[in-house]
Nanobody, 120 residues
Framework: QVQLVESGGGLVQPGGSLRLSCAAS????????MGWYRQAPGKQRELVAH???????NYADSVKGRFTISRNNAKNTVYLQMNSLKPEDTAVYYC??????????????WGQGTQVTVSS
């Protein structure tokens, strides 16, 4: 069984910063790509940032230059550093990861989500 557990969400003022973390646990053979998505009320879930096992990254245009995704492979953890936050960044943030268990094909797992609220 695999679990992805996010942390680091909360309430922050516009212009502030937050750092999200997502740790994968379980009988993991390998983790491939990892990513962060978000879903605001009344909107579809959207990709925020993505990082491959080799460290290549891509970002949604709306967060380029403000957010940074990184990962620590030894800790099976992905991070999202969010700077210069705006009210429109308010959403539930979800991490996901393509994970292979021993003897199985890889599949995508999702975390439970963490709320980020940007408001004065």
């Amino acid at each position: 069984q695999v679990q992805l557990v996010e942390s680091g969400g909360g309430l922050v003022q516009p212009g502030g910063s937050l750092r999200l973390s997502c740790a994968a646990s379980g009988s993991i053979f390998s983790i491939y790509a990892m990513g962060w998505y978000r879903q605001a009320p009344g909107k579809q879930r959207e990709l925020v940032a993505h990082i491959t096992s080799g460290g290549s990254t891509n970002y949604a245009d709306s967060v380029k230059g403000r957010f940074t995704i990184s990962r620590n492979n030894a800790k099976n953890t992905v991070y999202l550093q969010m700077n210069s936050l705006k009210p429109e960044d308010t959403a539930v943030y979800y991490c996901n990861a393509a994970i292979q268990l021993p003897g199985e094909l890889g599949k995508v797992y999702w975390g439970q989500g963490t709320q980020v609220t940007v408001s004065s």
